[in-house]
């Protein structure tokens, strides 16, 4: 409900948006755009439910699992995970849990992940609680998590009901100004 200003970038059926160092990118239903020269190129991946940048990487999963990685103009396949929800950095958030992006994907745990965030300590929103990275996923708070950010100093996790603060452990719930679920969450640089 409130975003600050803003103003329409480019027209499509946005499944995901991530930002990366140097660029935007849409997960769209016919292909993962990119920003470039004051608009969006399209990148030949095809139809995609999640984008995320591990550094200057983009990396985009399709909505049968498949997940690559963009090196110069084309795509490299890194493997295939059902029910892929979020990537952030080098994690992936799917119905199966999380898994680690590298050479390939490694499943690190816990199931029913609906998003992940890197900024700080990593952490994951599953639909029984908000966990934290430390030596193995540990529970931060019980409850249906959807929504996770995080930077080197704090993290934010949403249930559809509350938004929490905190930096692993220790969350406490926080003041919004409005009424409506919070659907996603991000921490600025600024």
Same mark, same amino acid.
Request: aromatic letters at 6%; a negative charge.
């Given at each position: 409900?409130?975003?600050?200003?803003?103003?329409?970038?480019?027209?499509?059926?946005?499944?995901?948006?991530?930002?990366?160092?140097?660029?935007?990118?849409? $997960?769209? +239903?016919? !292909?993962? &755009?990119? /920003? @470039?020269? *004051?608009? %969006?190129?399209?990148? #030949?991946?095809?139809?995609? =439910?999640?984008?995320?940048?591990?550094?200057?990487?983009?990396?985009?999963?399709?909505?049968?699992?498949?997940?690559?990685?963009?090196?110069?103009?084309?795509?490299?396949?890194?493997?295939?995970?059902?029910?892929?929800? $979020?990537? +952030?950095? !080098?994690? &992936?958030? /799917? @119905?199966? *849990?999380? %898994?680690?992006?590298? #050479?390939?994907?490694?499943? =690190?745990?816990?199931?029913?992940?609906?998003?992940?965030?890197?900024?700080?300590?990593?952490?994951?929103?599953?639909?029984?609680?908000?966990?934290?990275?430390?030596?193995?996923?540990?529970?931060?708070?019980?409850?249906?998590?959807?929504?996770?950010?995080?930077?080197?100093?704090?993290?934010?996790?949403?249930?559809?009901?509350?938004?929490?603060?905190?930096?692993?452990?220790?969350?406490?719930?926080?003041?919004?100004?409005?009424?409506?679920?919070?659907?996603?969450?991000?921490?600025?640089?600024?």
């Amino acid at each position: 409900d409130i975003v600050g200003e803003f103003s329409l970038a480019h027209r499509c059926t946005a499944r995901d948006v991530a930002a990366g160092p140097d660029a935007l990118a849409v $997960a769209t +239903d016919e !292909d993962v &755009l990119v /920003s @470039a020269a *004051g608009g %969006y190129e399209p990148t #030949d991946f095809g139809s995609a =439910v999640a984008v995320g940048f591990d550094g200057d990487d983009l990396l985009a999963a399709g909505p049968e699992g498949t997940v690559a990685r963009r090196e110069g103009d084309g795509w490299q396949g890194i493997g295939t995970v059902e029910g892929v929800r $979020a990537i +952030d950095g !080098d994690l &992936l958030a /799917s @119905a199966g *849990g999380v %898994y680690r992006v590298g #050479d390939g994907l490694d499943h =690190v745990g816990l199931t029913d992940a609906r998003d992940v965030a890197t900024g700080g300590t990593p952490l994951a929103a599953t639909d029984d609680g908000l966990y934290y990275l430390g030596p193995g996923w540990a529970k931060g708070i019980d409850g249906d998590f959807t929504a996770v950010a995080s930077s080197p100093d704090r993290g934010h996790a949403a249930t559809a009901d509350t938004l929490y603060e905190g930096d692993g452990e220790d969350w406490a719930a926080c003041d919004l100004p409005t009424d409506e679920s919070v659907v996603a969450g991000t921490h600025g640089t600024g």
